[in-house]
């Protein structure tokens, strides 16, 4: 896992559930097909309401409209990211359209299970809420040696939890790499 | 010993002695139940992951059944029915319950109920969140994803946090006019959609030993809707007799001990709880059906793991006796026992079907259908500017279709009551 992350931020609200990130309307795809699951990354984030997609201002697509990549790759939630389904769909389709991270005030327990045993994306934790202070769009560096995070544009530095007991499963990069690491499995 | 029910069972599962919160164990699996959903992914990460010489752990311990997108003419959820068909004729799985044949079940939390799969004391996994549900029959059950649940099936083991636990008591009678949905909409009200991310919800009290198995199902369901982990009810005669004719084998009844620790304590009195409604967009958007009555309304939807259960379909058929709906109404239900009791059970005399049909509803097959919106044509989904009141268990932006609808959550009295005046409507005014 690289130790240094950049990208652009997207900003969400609080709640944001299975819904928002992937519509269950699209969970048909296949997940395997190098072609076909390109479509998750395009749907991705498509179920956010209008003006809450891109705070503060609202109303920013996270993909620009035949795109299956986004040119934000950094997401910063509120309180509760990922709550509602099982569906492994959504940490899947956010690590199909570019995102790397997210940062989150907390997360639903099985979206971070998710995002953690896939090796999807990195699910991390502010130690405190961010999506007051950070804007869509603003240039972020995450450093994974020291738990920071830093506003690019006016090098505000934040700090970040570690992921403490799940570290050895991101480390490895998901629970089947984890588990033969360690002996589990063959 | 000062343990909870939880803590016992998540013990016995990891050969331990015993475990506390906070502690992360490695689990041996009782159950892991699949659905056409997460069941595709779930076996190629399986595949991918062991290879050639992939092999489940224990057929007998799998039970996939197809219910979300069934009665579609989406070719990718077709596909998705047939790659579990192909999977279940491969490996010969004896507990696959196929589409179009005798055997096709519905929505598998209600099917894991009735083919006796919920067994008292083991641990179940299911790729969906509602995998909870199980937890009425006093055993724990949980939701996981495919990856998982791919690890589960090549291995039998998962790891596991210990949870906290938050005991709910609910004193007193139940009334005719509440429901448990009301209670369960109560405490997620109180604690919020994240007030219990990674606990447990154990019910306990009065109210919760008077409800038959059906109604605590409700209870158990949507302990997600808090965020938990799984949701739990200690077994008693009530269970027992449920489970008699659908087990053969023994169990093991674990209950908390007196002085078992719990991260909060929640008192309910059934008297101060009244009929209740979660508004759009949130599970936890808690209020009084009477604060909100006089909504206008497009749908009304009766189904799903959460609202369409024979007990749920009793209790409309109460209200709807001899009434005609004023809004398009919806019933669905969860499984095909339960389509088959509409014919048998009555009320008044008058069968469950000929109520529904005679009220003017619209009555659809088995199967998870509008509760999560799906492909654009299932039946009862929500279009751009509908306001729904519904059975069903979330109400998130676009859960039911669009994302331009609003989506009240209620009791199967209150969507009943709600349907024949075509705007929310108190379930007392009908009782």
Same mark, same amino acid.
């Given at each position: 896992m690289d130790k240094i992350i950049e990208g652009k931020a997207y900003v969400l609200g609080n709640n944001v559930d299975t819904d928002q990130i992937i519509p269950a309307e699209h969970l048909v795809y296949s997940l395997d097909d190098v072609e076909e699951s390109k479509i998750y990354g395009h749907y991705?984030?498509? =179920?956010?309401p209008v003006k809450e997609? =891109?705070?503060?201002? =609202?109303? /920013?697509? &996270? /993909?620009?409209? /035949?795109?299956?990549?986004?040119? &934000?790759?950094i997401i910063i939630g509120g309180s509760n990211f990922g709550c509602g389904s099982s569906r492994e769909h959504a940490p899947f389709a956010l690590q199909k359209a570019g995102v790397k991270a997210i940062i989150a005030e907390s997360y639903a327990r099985i979206f971070y299970r998710n995002a953690v045993d896939g090796g999807f994306v990195l699910p991390l934790e502010a130690d405190e809420k961010l999506i007051n202070k950070i804007s869509t769009g603003t240039e972020l560096q995450i450093d994974l040696e020291n738990y920071t995070l830093t506003d690019l544009s006016n090098k505000s530095t934040f700090k970040l939890l570690s992921p403490g007991d799940v570290l050895p499963i991101i480390n490895a990069g998901g629970l089947f790499k984890f588990a033969r690491a360690s002996g589990l499995i063959a | 010993m000062n343990k909870t029910i939880t803590e016992k069972i998540l013990a016995k599962a990891a050969g331990k002695e015993s475990v506390t919160p906070g502690e992360n164990i490695w689990l041996n699996v009782d159950l892991l139940m699949t659905h056409d959903v997460c069941g595709p992914p779930t076996i190629q990460i399986w595949k991918n992951e062991f290879g050639e010489n992939a092999t489940i752990w224990d057929k007998d311990k799998l039970a996939v059944f197809p219910d979300h997108? #069934?009665?579609?003419?989406?070719k990718q959820a077709n596909r998705n029915v047939d790659i579990l068909r192909d999977f279940a004729k491969e490996y010969n799985l004896p507990h696959y319950y196929d589409v179009g044949s005798e055997r096709y079940k519905g929505v598998c939390h209600i099917a894991l109920a009735e083919e006796g799969f919920?067994?008292?004391g083991t641990v179940l996994f299911g790729t969906d969140s509602h995998t909870c549900t199980s937890g009425a029959f006093g055993l724990f059950s949980t939701g996981v994803g495919n990856t998982d649940a791919a690890f589960i099936l090549g291995t039998g083991k998962i790891w596991e946090k210990v949870p906290q636990s938050i005991k709910l008591t609910f004193n007193g009678k139940m009334p005719e006019y509440l429901m448990a949905k009301d209670l369960i909409l109560k405490v997620i009200g109180d604690l919020g959609t994240d007030g219990g991310t990674y606990k447990s919800l154990e019910f306990d009290g009065e109210a919760i030993f008077s409800l038959e198995m059906h109604e605590r199902m409700t209870l158990t369901n949507m302990a997600i809707e808090v965020g938990a982990m799984n949701g739990i009810i200690a077994v008693d005669e009530i269970t027992e007799a449920y489970l008699k004719p659908r087990i053969s084998k023994t169990f093991e009844s674990f209950q908390s001990d007196p002085n078992a620790e719990y991260s909060n304590k929640y008192e309910y009195s059934i008297k101060d709880i009244e009929p209740l409604v979660a508004k759009p967009?949130?599970?936890?958007n808690i209020n009084t059906v009477h604060n909100v009555q006089g909504t206008q309304l497009t749908k009304c939807y009766i189904g799903s793991c959460t609202g369409g259960k024979i007990s749920d379909f009793q209790a409309v058929a109460k209200i709807l006796l001899g009434q005609q709906v004023k809004t398009p109404t919806f019933i669905v239900p969860a499984t095909t026992q339960i389509a088959k009791q509409f014919e048998t059970e009555t009320y008044k005399g008058i069968t469950l079907f000929d109520i529904f049909k005679h009220s003017g509803c619209a009555i659809g097959p088995a199967?998870?259908?509008?509760?999560?919106?799906?492909?654009?044509?299932? #039946?009862g989904r929500a279009s751009d500017g509908e306001v729904v009141i519904s059975t069903t268990n979330r109400n998130y932006p676009g859960r039911m279709g669009s994302k331009k609808s609003e989506v009240y959550l209620a009791s199967p009295l209150t969507v009943a009551a709600s349907a024949i005046n075509g705007k929310i409507t108190d379930p007392r005014e009908y009782l």
């Open positions: 991705a984030l498509s =179920g956010v997609a =891109g705070l503060p201002e =609202g109303n /920013i697509p &996270f /993909i620009e409209q /035949i795109n299956n990549t986004s040119e &934000f790759n | 997108y #069934i009665f579609t003419e989406n919920n067994i008292p967009h949130s599970p936890d199967s998870c259908a509008a509760c999560l919106g799906g492909p654009s044509d299932t #039946i």
